[in-house]
């Protein structure tokens, strides 16, 4: 049962992946490497899975750029994002 309230306009990526030590800062790498300030995340997991929701606040036109390299990411099983639809 993931939740985060949404606080901010931006985008909010899901990630699924494999439940290692160090798969979060793999993801949360990438955002940096693109620039992305990530405003929220939340992490949990069951069993060998691990779910992310990471809202970033300032997309550009390298967003889907960057959620390939995210998905390319070892252990990696899903990646989707949400627009926000007020801006």
């Known amino acids: 049962n993931c939740r985060l309230e949404r606080r901010h ?3 909010r990526i899901l ?3 494999t439940n290692i030590p160090g798969r979060i ?5 990438v955002l ?3 620039r992305y ?3 929220a995340k939340f992490n949990d997991s069951m069993e060998n899975i691990g779910y992310n929701i990471i ?3 300032n997309p550009d036109e390298k967003l889907n750029d960057a959620l390939i390299a995210i998905s390319k990411l070892s252990g990696i099983t ?3 994002f949400l627009l926000d639809p007020a801006g």
């Open 9 to 11: 306009r931006g985008v």
């Open 15 to 17: 990630v699924a992946n």
């Open 25 to 29: 800062h793999e993801v949360t790498g």
């Open 32 to 34: 940096h490497s693109y």
């Open 37 to 39: 300030n990530i405003a």
């Open 55 to 57: 809202d970033i606040d």
């Open 78 to 80: 899903k990646v989707r």
